[in-house]
Structures are given as C-alpha cells and as structure tokens.
C-alpha cells in the first residue's frame, strides 16, 4: 500500500510523465538513426546503422517494402513537394534519392567523405548534403582538421549550384577529439536544414556553434552561439519563425530567426539531446535524448508539456507527422515507437 501511495504522489506532482501505451514498428536491426514522415502523413520511413530502409503503411500499420542497403544509414527526408521523392545518406558517402513507392532509384552519388544529412528545400528545388571529408595536406598547414562541407543541389538534374564550407582554419568550435568520429558522434553528428522560404540554411559543425548561410545576401550571417558543447542537430519550425538547436550540453535553444537571438532554453534532460521537431501549427517542439525519453515543449512559454517514457534505450531521432496525426520517436530499441497527438497533446 506504501508502494501504491508513493507512486500515486509521484505521478500527482509530476502530469507531466507520461507511458500511456503506444504503437511500435519492428523489423529494423541496430540503432535506429533516422525517421521520416511522407507530406501526407500516411507513411512512415525508418533507417538503421545496418542498412535496412522500411516503409510502413500507418492507416494499416503493415509494411509496404523495404531495402537492406548494407550501409549505415543517416538521414531520409521526403521531398515536401511529392509524396513519392525520397533521398537518404550513408555513412560511407552516399547520396540516393529514389521514388518511395517502387524504390526506383532517379539518382544517386558519392562523396569522398562521412555523410551525415541531406534534406530538399520547402518547394522541393533544392537539396543539401551535409558530410565531412579528410583535409588536403595544403588545408592541414593552414590548420584545417576536418572539413565540414554542405552542398546545394537543384533537383531538376541534380547538379551542383553551390558548395558552403563551414570548416575554418584553427577553429577551436571544430575540434574533434581525437581520431574516434563515429563512435562518439554516431547520433545526428552534423545536420542542416531549410527556412520554410528557402531563404536560410542553418546547419551545425560538430561545434558550439551554428552557421547560417543567407541566400539573399550569399553570405553567412553571424553565427548563432550560446551551447557550451557541441550541436547535435538543427530544425527549422514549419511557419519559418523558429530555428531549434540541441546539444551534447543537454540543452536545446530556441531561436528567434528574426532577430537572431536567442529567446528559450530547455532544460531538462539528462542526457544528449539528439535531435528535435517542430509541430505541423510550430505551437510545440519535441526533444529526443540519450536519458530515455521524449519531452514535448510549448515553443513560446518553454513550459514542459509532456515527457514520455518507456522507450527503453536512447532516442536518437524525433518527428511530428506533417498532418498532426503522430509523433513518432526512435533509437536503440530498434523500434519505432508512436504515439497519437490528440492523446498525448492539449487542443
């Protein structure tokens, strides 16, 4: 009865716990590093550290096909402009977009480099390619460690229109720690990603800092600073207001993309925070950390909304579903859990 009342109190004075039960999608084998909504809502994409791609049907929750690549994958994004264009990364330096409902491959590249994120533009024209390559001998005597590269695409050939390089010489935000990348930042180690008018890429290094690349003056800004450790992803709200940035620091910031200021930290994680997502109407953001859980925050108070357990291992990756309908969250589980919105979240 003690027990019972203890637990009763403790759930009494923290609402915001939650372990209501929730959907899971099996079938992947290792960490899941990688997960993405089709515009419509209707289908969810899964990517693992072993190379197997599944698309699942959410309306029937079957799976509609898969792909065993055989390389690490690191990111799959849709096309926001077609539900059936698709682009996922490997590790090893490959570049794929494909068609989502017969895998019909429309092109495919590589990079001499660690790939770690690649994302098309709001209208579908363009495409960055985040990756990391070794420096040329000339680059290392001017102190250049490690090259932190995003490349811009049209989507119309694919051809390359313009290369950011975000690696500066001597640059202590771009330390790396030793020769052991992978194994330490295996998570979202360098992401990027498009303003809703594509008139922005943010994009972090494996630094303190975020870069943030000005179209309209093809020029970076100056840098967004304010983590104490390195970021690990970056994502832009739907209604173009907000950046969300998190960190080894277990923190994630909240931008104020106008003004550029820092308006919102979040604290309350205990672990790395490895990715997040912004809601389709951008009134909430959600956080995915190494300590197990999810935490969904309201954008513009920083109040903790909802901190859902029961993951069982880290979360490496977090998505609203572009319709409202889910949120979705994976990792180490090696399942792709979902939860729905209306039960989880206020009107």
């Known amino acids: 009865m003690k027990y019972f009342s203890a637990i009763l109190i403790f759930f009494l004075l923290n609402p915001t716990f939650y372990t209501q039960d929730h959907s899971a999608i099996s079938g992947y084998r290792g960490n899941i590093n990688t997960i993405a909504f089709s515009p419509d809502g209707s289908t969810i994409a899964g990517g ?4 197997n791609l599944i698309f699942t049907d959410l309306n029937s929750m079957t799976r509609v096909h898969s792909l065993e690549t055989g390389s690490n994958i690191t990111s799959i994004n849709y096309s926001p402009a077609s539900l059936n264009l698709i682009v996922y ?10 068609k989502a409902s017969t895998k019909e491959v429309i092109r495919n590249f590589k990079k001499e480099g660690e790939l770690y994120y690649s994302v098309f533009s709001p209208d579908g ?22 090259n932190f590269i995003v490349e811009l695409f049209e989507t119309g050939k694919f051809e390359k229109i313009k290369t950011l390089r975000l690696s500066k010489p001597n ?3 771009g330390e790396m720690f030793g020769a052991k990348l992978f194994e330490s930042y295996r998570y979202n180690a360098f992401s990027c990603d498009f303003n809703s008018t594509a008139s922005y890429l943010a994009s972090g290094s494996m630094g303190k800092n975020i870069a943030i690349y000005s179209f309209e003056y ?18 832009f709200s739907a209604d173009g207001n907000y950046l969300c940035s998190t960190s080894k620091d277990e923190s994630a910031k909240i931008w104020n993309v106008t003004s550029g200021g820092s308006i919102i930290t979040l604290k309350g994680h205990t672990g790395t925070i490895n990715s997040a997502s912004f809601s389709p109407e951008s009134k909430y953001v959600a956080t995915a950390s190494n300590d197990e859980t999810v935490k969904i925050w309201d954008v513009k108070t920083s109040a903790l909304i909802k901190t859902l357990t029961g993951l069982n291992g880290e979360v490496i990756t977090v998505k609203f579903s572009p319709d409202g309908t889910y949120l979705a969250a994976a990792g180490t589980n090696e399942k792709i859990m979902l939860w729905k919105i209306a039960e989880i979240l206020p009107e």
């Open 218 to 235: 093809k020029k970076f800004a100056p840098p967004y600073k304010g983590h104490s450790k390195r970021v690990t992803f970056v994502t």
């Open 125 to 146: 024209k363009q495409l960055a390619v985040a990756y990391t390559r070794e420096p040329t001998e000339k680059e290392q005597n001017k102190g250049i460690r490690l």
């Open 171 to 173: 640059d202590p935000d």
């Open 89 to 98: 990364t490997t590790y090893e330096g490959e570049v794929n977009i494909i």
């Open 48 to 51: 693992d550290e072993n190379g």
